[in-house]
């Protein structure tokens, strides 16, 4: 089956290819190639309707860069793993 869909040319806002996208772009709103587009889906867990991405925080007791599978909430301290087992 072949795709009819008309494609516009843009330039990713993420790494500044050229590429075509199926929508007609807009000024104020960023467009992503399809690399870009791939790298920032979230992760699946399980089964497909089970979707995680995980944020990156600074722990708030060691300092230490690391994830979490929410999106923290802004003034409530974020812990690593180590230092929430404590």
Known sequence: MEDDRK???????????????PFEPVKDRG?????????GKPRRQGNNRNWK???EVKCAE?????TV??????????????CFKK
């Open 7 to 21: 494609m516009y040319d843009a330039t990713c806002t993420e790494c500044g290819a050229a590429c075509q996208v």
């Open 31 to 39: 467009v992503k190639c399809n690399d870009c587009f791939r790298d």
């Open 53 to 55: 991405k995980d944020f």
């Open 62 to 66: 060691c300092g230490k860069d690391t």
């Open 69 to 82: 599978p929410f999106k923290p909430t802004e003034g409530r301290p974020v812990l690593c793993r180590e």
